[in-house]
């Protein structure tokens, strides 16, 4: 296993360099933006923009990793991106940075796939979860590393975009000298939303209202935090809260759920993270200290949101569907995402930096109702026929590719291989 360890530590590398540089410039341009003068609708587009060119990238770029192979395409992908982030620090333009956001999304998705293709090919079954495990915390890491590195120069200057570049730059070298051998072809990607709907309601309606709140939330966060009066270290502290928050949430709201009702569970969480919006809309606390504390409960509960409602879908199907259940309820997250600050950042125009707020706290009390409606409608999944909660990622972070990575996704000796269909274990009724 270790061997396995090291040879994709190069993979590994290049990915952490790579999350680096999202994490910067991602955080970076919405704080500009603000400073630049450009109104919250404006910089709501920017994570519209790359939400929109992220699930594009999930979708269509296989065919061009395919057409001109893993090293080239990656390579290609890495250097676009790296040059999109260097003209965004030269080219201080609205409709230039949008664009560049789209660009930037279908890229960073077509290079997460490769890393995701190539890690996949040197993992074995034994090896399979610790890798999975390891890139899950690497990708966190960077983005981390990254949005705090903005606390390290004055964001009026070039100096972060010529950072974000480097990180890139970075990104490239440990792929290029690795002897990893190319990976067969990416997965096709497929979003069947009847048959995802039909398998698990609660989890459909549920991702695609946590991709609205999350996507608002992502990209307009750090427009909050520059409109509230927030520093620079302030604001990427607020931010790196709600990411680890929600990380350190995981396994206790995984446990609970894998003991009572997941719709419970979804509902008891969606319902905290509507309190806390919704206390931080009224009162709009000025006290650093008391923000940061509500934004930590905020992000502890609606980061943890995903991976149950994944679970709860996945109770209802056959283990060999794993990579097609979570692969859409992957891109449904997507489509969420490009919801989110498209509505978001007019809101905040007209009701202030608060009212983000507001608009995460609709989609969260929603999920609270649908949940509890539903689970009124069908009976739970007995606790031993359930499938058991593992922490997956969510978002614009990873790619249906990585979901072979999951152990999960490797085939039960009895699995239906043959069919594509998503349905219910056993016999039983969606819920």
Not at 83 to 111: E, H, K, N, Q, Y
Not at 163 to 178: K, Q
Not at 300 to 308: R, V
């Amino acid at each position: 296993m270790r061997q396995n360890l090291f040879s994709v530590l190069a993979l590994l590398t290049g990915t952490l360099f790579l999350f680096l540089g999202n994490g910067l410039h991602s955080l970076l341009m919405p704080m500009r933006g603000a400073v630049e003068g450009y109104s919250e609708t404006i910089l709501g587009f920017f994570g519209t923009s790359w939400a929109a060119g992220f699930v594009l990238g999930c979708i269509f770029a296989r065919r061009l990793v395919k057409r001109i192979g893993h090293v080239r395409a990656f390579s290609g992908f890495i250097s676009i991106i790296a040059i999109t982030a260097l003209a965004t620090g030269l080219a201080v333009d609205p409709t230039v940075w949008i664009l560049s956001r789209a660009v930037t999304g279908f890229s960073s998705a077509a290079t997460a796939m490769i890393i995701e293709s190539w890690l996949n090919e040197r993992a074995t079954n034994e090896s399979r979860g610790m890798i999975f495990s390891f890139y899950i915390s690497i990708t966190l890491l960077g983005v981390v590393g990254g949005q705090m590195t903005v606390a390290l120069a004055d964001i009026n200057t070039q100096t972060l975009f010529l950072m974000a570049g480097i990180y890139y730059c970075f990104a490239m070298l440990p792929t290029l000298v690795s002897n990893a051998q190319t990976p067969k072809p990416l997965n096709e990607v497929k979003l069947d939303l009847v048959a995802l709907y039909k398998n698990s309601p609660v989890s459909f309606v549920g991702i695609l209202l946590v991709g609205i709140a999350n996507g608002a939330w992502g990209t307009l966060g750090a427009v909050f935090g520059a409109k509230a009066g927030l520093s620079t270290g302030d604001v990427a502290l607020m931010m790196t809260i709600t990411i680890f928050a929600g990380a350190a949430m995981q396994i206790p709201a995984g446990r609970m759920s894998d003991r009572m009702d997941r719709r419970y569970v979804l509902a008891i969480l969606s319902g905290v993270a509507f309190i806390a919006g919704f206390q931080l809309f009224v009162i709009q606390p000025e006290n650093v200290m008391t923000l940061l504390i509500l934004i930590g409960v905020y992000g502890a509960t609606a980061n943890a949101l995903y991976p149950i409602a994944v679970a709860h879908a996945n109770d209802f199907a056959k283990s060999s569907d794993f990579v097609a259940i979570s692969g859409g309820l992957l891109l449904l997250y997507g489509i969420g995402t490009v919801i989110g600050p498209t509505v978001g950042g007019p809101v905040m125009e007209y009701l202030g930096p608060y009212s983000l707020f507001a608009v995460t706290a609709l989609p969260h009390i929603l999920i609270v109702v649908y949940a509890i409606i539903r689970s009124r409608m069908r009976a739970p999944v007995p606790v031993g026929e359930r499938d058991s909660y593992q922490s997956v990622s969510s978002g614009t972070t990873v790619t249906p590719e990585s979901l072979a990575l999951n152990p999960r996704a490797q085939p039960l000796p009895d699995a239906d291989a043959e069919t594509g269909d998503m349905p219910a274990k056993d016999g039983r009724e969606t819920a």
